[in-house]
């Protein structure tokens, strides 16, 4: 039979649709049910290309025996993590308190009153590596809340009452200074990897965020360790397994500490984010390395994650068929040398082994390796490595495909809609600034109702029930921004500031100015979730700080500013202590220390050629967070440009900074000059 998960826009969901458990969607129905039937509920929470929730999905969810068990004792509730990151949040919370640990797929047991009472992660179909089988799991709570309910109901309470108490200690409000920032510095250096790039040992995630403080540090100080950490992390990471050497775009994270074994799935926001960090470093120094990497990932962002409508799509799964009907991890991406010979004839698959680091042992499993691009001596033929680069990819192209999450995530889209612009703004690449209006166009068009109020998922065009949240309105609005600085279009500002000023009214505490990640009026969980602390993407904290600070740059709106410097205050607190974890808003209070400055640039018309060009030396200004604003003078579309005038009838750029204007320039070098801290 079908369960109640057939008509869910969560590709994770659809997967479950056929389990014969009797699945049932996060929903006030279900947890009546369960109160109506006396049961306590099992809430697994996933995502669709975890590997491990596809394993215990397989072994316990399509198992029969255990789906009658289930059914019988429980009422069982399927969340997708990506789509309802509010009940993720706040019940992951709960797992890592009790066990220390956490992770996916998440496995807990609730009252009806969605109270949790036991906890874990993966449980396998039989006892093993110390684990009770899931089936041992559900017979000891199912004897717990026949026999013992008051005990049951007890812990319940004192959980959530423990985690009521876990309030964030804010600090003063106030934003990070010289000295915090500094300090900041100073403890990233401590756990930085000198031999191999990156913080930390293994598993290695790459610090993008992190990345962006340094870059925007070194820019605004000189910090010459600064600029050096970010370098070479992104150099590391470019020529290891952990970026795709044929088709563009990272892999979510590298399980040893080199960068070589990545874990597979390719993620939206991590591509986002990388895409628009080498960029960004290019910018900085002219890196070739760093110009390529940032077109391969804009274009493997296009190319596998667009969708029909325009979106782009969340991730695509790590695991695919190997070609015997096995789904085995990797399977898609790594070479044997027989592999490269088949495909390119054993001349070539002898220089494509040594160029891309592929041994007779395998850097992977069973004697397979992960492209890389170790350092050689010498130079190889460019037209050579092309050819042999182009022929694997088209023998790629013709393994089956890993599968791919199509659901448009508003927040993910957003960075993606930054990047892609900023990207095709600087590299003269039209088609990527398309690319990002295509994308803001459909948030617009069906994420946002008439209230400006934005929805947090669409799949195939049908816009999904759950509310955005936190990280939805800010990094959208973040997009938005970059959009209005790159396309000159003040409707992007507009609509940014729209959803901005639901973060001032919805998401802000009035008197602490702390925030949370879900609205005041969404639904209520066990407890109202808010972390400030940056992770697999920037936390909605940091990014509403960044945003609400741009807006203010743009429009000099004292709210906004006010609010983006109170936000702050939890990087003042974090900041000196877990850098690693806050570099967003790291990245953000270099904006504020910087000014941030505020650009106008003033022509005849946008396509005029002088206007272009200091339209193009703004947006490659290296001072941390400055705003672009361009059109023409007496236009109304940016608050920026009023009543600027071009001097001696010639495209000319404005710069203001802490609220002190410089004398307007027409020169382009000259413009630079004063976007350079």
């Not at 600090?171 to 510095?185: K, M, R």
């Not at 929805?455 to 959009?483: C, I, M, P, Q, W």
């Not at 023409?632 to 609220?659: I, M, N, Q, W």
């Amino acid at each position: 039979m079908a369960n109640r998960l057939a008509h869910e826009t969560s590709p994770y969901l659809l997967q479950h649709a056929d389990n014969p458990v009797d699945w049932w969607p996060w929903s006030a129905e279900a947890f009546e049910e369960a109160r109506r039937r006396q049961v306590p509920v099992l809430l697994s929470v996933g995502y669709s290309s975890c590997h491990w929730c596809h394993v215990m999905a397989h072994e316990s969810f399509e198992d029969q025996a255990t789906a009658d068990y289930l059914n019988e004792h429980f009422l069982s509730v399927k969340v997708d993590r990506e789509e309802r990151p509010d009940v993720d949040a706040v019940y992951m919370e709960a797992v890592q308190a009790a066990t220390g640990q956490g992770g996916w797929p998440m496995t807990v047991f609730l009252t009806p009153d969605a109270e949790p009472f036991y906890f874990g992660t993966y449980f396998p179909p039989a006892p093993r590596h110390g684990m009770p089988s899931f089936r041992q799991v559900l017979e000891g709570v199912n004897q717990a809340w026949s026999d013992r309910r008051e005990e049951v109901a007890e812990v319940a309470g004192k959980i959530v009452r423990d985690l009521a108490g876990r309030e964030i200690s804010y600090g003063a409000g106030t934003a990070p200074g010289e000295q915090e920032q500094a300090q900041a510095l100073l403890g990233l250096t401590r756990e930085y990897d000198p031999q191999r790039g990156g913080f930390g040992g293994a598993p290695k995630f790459p610090p993008s965020m992190v990345i962006e403080f340094l870059l925007r540090h070194h820019a605004r100080t000189g910090a010459e360790g600064a600029l050096q950490m970010a370098q070479d992390t992104c150099e590391r990471m470019a020529r290891g397994g952990i970026y795709d050497q044929l088709g563009g775009g990272f892999a979510r994270y590298s399980v040893d500490r080199d960068w070589i074994v990545p874990h597979f799935e390719k993620m939206l926001y991590d591509n986002a984010l990388l895409c628009r960090v080498y960029a960004h470093l290019w910018r900085a120094t002219g890196s070739e390395l760093a110009r390529r990497v940032a077109l391969e990932t804009a274009d493997f962002m296009v190319r596998e994650l667009r969708t029909a409508e325009g979106g782009f799509a969340s991730a695509l799964d790590a695991d695919s068929d190997d070609g015997t009907g096995k789904h085995v991890e990797g399977a898609y991406y790594v070479w044997t040398p027989q592999q490269l010979t088949e495909v390119l004839g054993a001349e070539d698959a002898e220089l494509a082994a040594h160029y891309f680091g592929v041994t007779a042992e395998g850097t992977f499993e069973q004697g397979s390796s992960v492209l890389q691009l170790p350092q050689h001596e010498g130079v190889f033929d460019a037209e050579k490595i092309t050819s042999v680069k182009e022929r694997l990819l088209d023998a790629r192209a013709r393994r089956p495909a890993p599968g791919r999450d199509d659901k448009v995530v508003a927040a993910w889209n957003g960075l993606a809609i930054a990047a892609l612009a900023e990207t095709g703004a600087y590299f003269d690449r039209p088609d990527l600034v398309d690319a990002a209006l295509a994308a803001g166009d459909l948030l617009v068009r069906l994420h946002l109702d008439d209230q400006a109020r934005l929805a947090r998922t669409s799949k195939d065009g049908h816009v999904g029930a759950n509310a955005g949240v936190l990280e939805d309105y800010a990094d959208v609005a973040e997009g938005f921004l970059a959009l209005a600085s790159v396309t000159g279009e003040g409707v992007w500002l507009e609509f940014a500031g729209f959803l901005l000023d639901h973060v001032l009214v919805r998401f802000t505490d009035a008197e602490s100015g702390a925030l949370y990640d879900t609205a005041a009026d969404a639904e209520r969980l066990i407890r109202r979730p808010q972390d400030p602390t940056d992770n697999a993407a920037p936390s909605g904290w940091s990014a509403a700080a960044g945003a609400l600070l741009s807006y203010a740059a743009h429009t000099g709106s004292e709210p906004h500013r006010s609010a983006a410097e109170r936000a702050l205050g939890v990087v003042k607190a974090l900041g000196p202590r877990v850098p690693r974890f806050i570099g967003w808003g790291l990245a953000a209070a270099e904006a504020l220390l910087d000014g941030p400055r505020e650009v106008a640039v003033v022509g005849p018309s946008a396509d005029d050629p002088g206007t272009r060009e200091l339209h193009r030396t703004a947006l490659l200004g290296s001072a941390p967070g400055a705003v672009v604003a361009c059109g023409t003078p007496g236009g109304d579309a940016f608050p920026l440009l009023a009543d600027r005038v071009l001097v001696e009838g010639k495209p000319t750029a404005y710069v203001c900074r802490g609220f002190v204007c410089d004398l307007p320039v027409t020169d382009a070098a000259a413009l630079r000059e004063k976007l350079t801290p």
